[in-house]
Antibody, heavy 118, light 112 residues
Framework: QVQLVESGGGVVQPGGSLRLSCAAS????????MDWVRQAPGKGLEWVAF????????FYADSVKGRFTIYRDNSKNMVYLEMNSLTAEDTAVYYC???????????WGQGTLVTVSS | DIVMTQTPLSSPVTLGQPASISCRSS???????????LSWLQQRPGQPPRLLIY???DRFSGVPDRFTGSGAGTDFTLKISRVEAEDVGVYYC?????????FGQGTKVEIK
């Protein structure tokens, strides 16, 4: 069965960096696009980043462009989100999501909480 | 950027009664490939989101047929024909026609 397990969340100071990881299993990872979506405490969903199955295309939300980088390792079935210059507005649960077709997320991880605070 | 606006933001519903959520986009969601990439997701309390409807009206695997999506262009609707207790949660529309992709603010469905 499909599983997505995020890790790497935690407490980080403003201006700091963090790398999130998402371990995928149960499907042919190298053939699917992957995304990160976040949700601030008590708030709605915010799409963060997309990476094509072969990593040739990457797109970002305006709010994270230039600070966050999405990348993947198809040999390890992993997708990552490198986050730099973090601010309090980046505090959220970060979900990894698998796309089964363009823009449609059929599986989600349980999320990892990132808290940016001094 | 495309902005997604949902109404209402809260929908108290009696069990067994219908519910309807509207989603409007600031631009047409018809992609150059002819598809309209509008989906609906449900998020139950304490859970990650779950895909209900994709490409406006296609019901995802395992989703009960009481959930129906419709619409075109900039106006879309999710209807629940008879609300059940397990339908409580927040519902989001999402556009994937143009980057940056965007969700609506969410509509909270609760039982009266």
């Amino acid at each position: 069965q499909v599983q997505l397990v995020e890790s790497g969340g935690g407490v980080v100071q403003p201006g700091g960096s963090l790398r999130l990881s998402c371990a995928a299993s149960g499907f042919r990872f190298s053939t699917y696009g992957m995304d990160w979506v976040r949700q601030a405490p008590g708030k709605g969903l915010e799409w963060v980043a997309f990476i094509r199955y072969d990593a040739r295309d990457k797109f970002y939300a305006d709010s994270v462009k230039g600070r966050f980088t999405i990348y993947r390792d198809n040999s390890k079935n992993m997708v990552y989100l490198e986050m730099n210059s973090l601010t309090a507005e980046d505090t959220a649960v970060y979900y990894c999501a698998k796309m089964f077709s363009w823009g449609d997320f059929d599986y989600w991880g349980q999320g990892t909480l990132v808290t940016v605070s001094s | 950027d495309i902005v997604m606006t949902q109404t209402p933001l809260s929908s108290p519903v009696t069990l067994g009664q219908p519910a309807s959520i509207s989603c409007r986009s600031s631009q047409s969601l018809v992609h150059s490939d002819g598809n309209t990439y509008l989906s609906w997701l449900q998020q139950r309390p304490g859970q990650p989101p779950r895909l209900l409807i994709y490409k406006v009206s296609d019901r995802f695997s395992g989703v009960p047929d009481r959930f129906t999506g419709s619409g075109a262009g900039t106006d879309f609707t999710l209807k629940i024909s008879r609300v059940e207790a397990e339908d409580v949660g927040v519902y989001y529309c999402m556009q994937a026609t143009q980057f940056p992709w965007a969700f609506g603010q969410g509509t909270k469905v609760e039982i009266k």
